[in-house]
């Protein structure tokens, strides 16, 4: 089998804290540290909060009129930097801010996929981080629908601007293996953009091991939960085997590490996040066990030296085409679906919650 | 076809025959000419006894039983491989890689277990025995040291702590106790339908028996002898969600400022109930329960491989088999507490649809999943579950540390076709997986090697030893048909992956109840009863065999089989033993002996419709009044009785759980039971186990 430069390898030899990516962890789950993680508040929020109130890190941007379909689209956007909110009202910015690498500051809404709609039930913040926030106003609940009766149309149904609340992550790296996640919850008023804080809290985490690709895993416990984050972790040595900044193979590399991470809840619900990490919580409590995955892709490199020679087809020697399709100069990037699975479980004889990490390819090697 | 099926049965009889003759070959050349001991368990047994001095002992002593089993003999590890084909128990020199010699077994050779004294127990399955063989030295056959009688059918044994030595009988549904020593039995216990593999508990107090059909799990308290079911029934953990918010709308109507009429009240509570009935179809009945394995670290925790099934709403008709609209079958393996018995919710969960946006449709972009799950262990060095996969032909390693292992794969490896069993050699870090239909065994390198080191296939080759050629051999279109039969993931047979074999777990029936286009309809028993009962399916559609694969496939939109193949599923089913056979063979008790008096009298007229001569069918349609609701039509075919006492539920539609229900309710409907003392009933019923 041909030789390859696995960007992973080459993010070993980046610092020695780095665990061996094999493919399963066992955790001890008393050595993890430990922090608090915010919760989605319960009960109302203010009607209204006056524009003069501001939470630093959150700042509400409304759209320039051109992406408003002349006024029918309402919505605002937070972002985490006042520059990325100011372009994006004048039309200068988009709705993933200005930053080239994946973001460390990200936000996300109520999660859907618990008891939230339970009177009195728990809350929780989604999964699906992203560096800004889309606020549309919100559908009225409706009457049921009578049996036979017509449906109701989208455009029908009432609609208003809601006080929302709003949660916000930021990845920070200490060095040697650690990190933590500074979170502030805020409710948002979009119409006044008057920003009001609600919680505040960190956690501290633990690099626990490394997936390929350039994934860091960390790890964390909060009360009963256990708390793991998947970051991308900056890779010079891959840049460089791909062809450095700016080349071609790079730039298809760079396109690709920033595609959404694909999490898969334990309730079976899917969540994207946009950000340049993903934190997934599982219950630790005895009896009760819990599973998420978080889907992405490998790209690794083979450089051009080490590709192997391709014979020209009858149709391409026809063409005269044969040595243009072949651009040995260039390194040639492969990608491989790999599902990080993420588990806790807590029986009769275990002392205290399995947590366990996975690695598996979850499909074939392809030339991109 | 029929002639062709018997001349290949006379053959193999023949060639048993020939085999249980053989005697000591005594020398220690290659197979064919590998030397073969007097068929064991042919002779009365004599008394089992404790062996002085263990030749054999265990490589990785696990305490359960496998068709193949690692001991080191004279400083050699050596396989011990059950080989139903060959009926003997080779031995193996694995990393010599060559066989050995060759134990000739009278019957069929099911799983083995190493006795801390060093005998091998053997399951004959269809002699209903277990024979203790005594391994002596490596190139000699084993020496049969005795034999004990079992419940009809003995599938798998296992070893508690206490000495006690398990042994669980399928088609006898029981799981016995016997003395670890003499072999004698202490006790019996009675279970549902088709027991399979068996593990103790930690603390040897449980034995947890999987089931190859009935979504359960049986739970058996060793001491006070008494066995509990554990239900293993998939869970949509959408389908509960949606109900959840569901029932909370009012709530959130009435938070909105928004008034919540009466007649909205009751649209909600009828919404709720509808809920319901989708949370109901959200739960998944459960098969192929066949292997089971225990895990080391984190230990107490069985591990259970087995298959979630949608059958589809059984009150609505559906186009093929099953639900449309969702997968009809996920793998799973469900995780129990070792000390509570119960399941770990996640683990039960059904799985949703691929969720990577780089799959395309390339089929080699996914994995198959394991649907047909034969055997399992767990390595506790890499805390892998690895489990053999019929029809995929893979070993899939999962992590046994995982709330729902199924939902953490780590590698597979591809080995021969039809993998029963597999053995650990923990010392030497690898596996050993004996597969019948192709005859080989496949050594698995268990390193816990960094997934990056992984070949880009992610389906790799493992190490092989090649057994000589037998003298006694499968007949080659049966052993196509046993291939084909078992083919998941083969979109000729079902578009969606299913293998004959997942409705028809060892040619039998999943005692599911499934939608089909014709209304509700029962999975029926093939084993023994196919040959001469056309015409087939429950509203005698095809008169041949072929027809209805024919059909079957087409249901399953599947692209269908070439003709050939079509006769070799039908010469492979057509050849299947019934399960029953040595229940049949004995002597009548006096008690089936008055059932049958029963059975054929005028009286009742169950013989008028069921005639024994004819395989217990007379092929036509009747109206019995027990069209459903879902049903196009009010008569059905007579299903022979061959093995049915061990195939409930009963009817087309699954309506009746127990025989007696059955016996008692179709009273001048089919036959006449109202005038039938309890007696009489009980005997009747004891008649038809026996048939």
Redo the contacts between chains.
């Keep these: 089998m041909k030789r390859r430069t696995l960007i992973s390898l080459a993010l070993l030899g980046a610092t020695a804290l780095l665990a061996t990516p094999s493919s399963a962890e066992t955790l001890k789950f008393a050595s993890l540290p430990t922090g608090q993680v915010t919760q989605h508040p319960v009960g109302e929020g203010p009607k209204t909060i006056p524009a003069t109130e501001k939470v630093p890190g959150f700042f509400v941007a409304k759209p320039p009129p051109e992406q408003t379909m002349n006024g029918r689209m309402q919505f605002s956007m937070i972002f985490s930097k006042e520059k990325d909110a100011k372009d994006f009202s004048t039309g200068k910015g988009g709705f993933m801010g200005s930053s080239e690498e994946q973001a460390d500051v990200c936000f996300s809404e109520r999660a859907t996929d618990v008891d939230i709609d339970e009177p009195g039930g728990p809350a929780e913040w989604s999964p699906s981080l992203e560096p800004g926030v889309h606020m549309s106003p919100h559908f009225m609940p409706m009457p049921p629908r009578a049996k036979g009766g017509k449906p109701v149309r989208m455009q029908d149904i009432p609609r208003k601007f809601e006080v929302t609340a709003v949660h916000q992550e930021r990845f920070v790296d200490l060095g040697s293996g650690k990190a933590q996640l500074e979170m502030v919850d805020a409710w948002v008023d979009p119409t006044t953009r008057g920003v009001r804080q609600i919680a505040k809290a960190t956690l501290g985490l633990q690099r626990v091991t490394d997936a390929p690709g350039g994934f860091a895993i960390y790890a964390a416990r909060e009360r009963t939960h256990v708390q793991l984050v998947v970051r991308r972790v900056k890779d010079p040595d891959a840049t460089s085997s791909s062809g450095g900044s700016g080349s071609v193979a790079e730039m298809r590399r760079a396109r690709m590490m920033r595609m959404p991470l694909m999490i898969e809840a334990s309730s079976g619900t899917h969540d994207a996040s946009s950000c340049g990490f993903a934190r997934v919580q599982l219950h630790a409590e005895q009896g009760v066990g819990e599973m998420a995955k978080l889907e992405t892709s490998v790209v690794s490199v083979v450089p051009a030296e080490e590709q192997p020679e391709k014979k020209e087809s009858p149709l391409q020697a026809l063409l005269g085409g044969g040595d243009s399709m072949q651009d040995l100069s260039q390194p040639e990037l492969h990608v491989r679906p790999m599902s990080i699975n993420m588990s806790t479980s807590w029986t009769s004889r275990d002392k205290e919650p399995v947590v366990s990490i996975t690695l598996g390819w979850a499909g074939r090697d392809k030339k991109m | 076809m029929q002639r062709w099926s018997g001349l290949a049965l006379a053959a193999v009889l023949g060639s048993v025959a020939a085999a249980a003759c053989g005697g000591h070959g005594g020398a220690q050349a290659p197979a064919p000419q590998v030397p073969a001991a007097k068929a064991a368990a042919a002779a009365p047994s004599a008394p089992c006894h404790k062996l002085a001095r263990a030749v054999a002992t265990a490589v990785s002593a696990s305490g359960v039983s496998s068709t193949v089993v690692l001991a080191s003999v004279d400083g050699k590890t050596v396989a011990y491989v059950s080989d139903e084909d060959v009926h003997a128990v080779l031995t193996v020199d694995v990393d010599g890689k060559k066989q050995l010699a060759s134990t000739a077994i009278d019957g069929t050779p099911g799983h083995m277990l190493l006795t801390p004294d060093g005998r091998l127990l053997v399951t004959v399955k269809d002699k209903s025995k277990v024979v203790a063989l005594e391994p002596s030295v490596t190139d000699k056959p084993l020496a049969t040291s005795c034999s004990i009688d079992t419940a009809t059918e003995p599938v798998a044994l296992a070893l508690a702590p206490d000495g006690t030595v398990l042994v669980s009988s399928g088609w006898g549904r029981a799981l016995a106790g016997h003395d670890g020593d003499t072999l004698a039995r202490r006790f019996s216990v009675e279970l549902p339908r088709e027991p399979r593999a068996v593990v103790v508990s ?1 603390d040897g107090k449980s034995a947890f028996v999987a089931h190859a059909v009935g979504s359960q799990m049986s739970v058996v308290d060793l001491a006070a002898g008494k066995a509990r079911a554990v239900k293993l029934r998939g869970k ?3 389908v509960a ?1 949606r109900r ?2 569901m ?3 009012p ?3 009435k ?2 400022g ?1 008034k ?2 009466p ?2 009240e009751r ?2 509570a ?2 709720e109930k509808e809920g319901d009935s989708e949370t109901e179809r959200g739960s998944r009945s459960s098969c192929q329960g066949y292997a089971l394995a225990k895990s080391i670290d ?4 069985v591990l259970a491989p087995e298959v979630f099934v949608d059958n589809g709403d059984p009150n609505m008709r559906a186009e093929g088999y099953g639900d449309d609209d969702s997968p009809t079958e996920a793998a799973s393996v469900a ?1 129990l ?4 018995g ?1 399941p ?4 039960l ?1 059904t ?2 649809e691929r ?5 395309g449709d390339d089929p ?4 198959e999943p394991c649907l047909l799950p034969r055997a399992a262990i767990v390595d506790p060095s ?3 579950l690895l489990v053999t996969c019929f029809g995929i032909d893979d070993v899939i390693a999962y ?1 046994a ?4 292992p199924v ?5 597979r490896w591809g080995v021969g076709a039809g993998p029963t069993g597999i053995a650990l050699d923990g010392p030497k870090h690898r596996a050993i997986v004996w597969s019948q239909f192709d005859r080989v065994l496949d050594v698995i390198e268990l390193t ?5 080191a ?5 389906r790799e080759r493992s190490g092989r030893i090649e057994l000589p050629a037998a003298e006694r051999k499968i007949q080659p279109e049966v052993a196509l048909g046993r291939l084909l039969f078992h083919a998941a993931g083969d979109n000729r047979i079902a578009k969606d992956g299913r293998a004959c074999a997942s409705c028809h777990p060892d040619g039998r029936d999943d005692a599911i109840t499934w939608a089909t286009p014709d209304g509700p309809r029962r999975t029926i028993l093939l084993a023994g009863r196919v040959s001469s009962t056309p015409p087939y399916s429950w509203s005698n559609g095809e008169k041949t065999l072929r027809e209805h694969l024919s059909t079957t496939f087409d249901r399953l939109d599947g692209g269908g089989l070439r003709s050939a193949e079509l006769d070799a599923i039908v010469a492979y089913i057509t050849t299947l033993a019934p399960p029953n056979a040595a229940v049949a063979r004995a002597p009548k008790e006096a008690k089936v002996a008055r059932g049958e008096q029963v059975f054929l009298s005028k009286e009742a007229k169950c013989a008028e419709c069921h005639i024994p001569s004819a395989d217990f069918s007379d092929g036509q349609l009747h109206d019995v009044k027990s069209k459903a609701k879902a049903d196009r039509g009010d008569q059905f075919n007579t299903p022979s009785l061959r093995g049915t006492g061990g195939a409930g539920p009963w009817f087309h539609d699954g309506r009746y759980k127990t025989l007696k229900d059955l016996l008692k309710d179709v009273d001048g409907k089919m036959g006449h039971t109202k005038q039938l003392s309890e007696t009489d009933l009980d005997a009747l019923e004891a008649y038809l186990r026996s048939i």
């Design positions: 930690e949509d953990p959408l969600q959840r918010m029932r909370s709308q709530a959130r109507m938070a909105a928004i919540v009429t007649e909205m649209r909600f009828e919404m984190p230990a107490g925790r995780v507490d070792d000390t509570t119960t770990i919710d996640t683990s969960a799985s949703r969720m990577f946006m780089g799959h080699r972009d996914h994995h890499t805390k892998n992590d540390a995982a709330a729902s939902r953490a794969e780590k590698r816990n090697i960094p997934i990056t992984e070949k880009a296939n992610p």
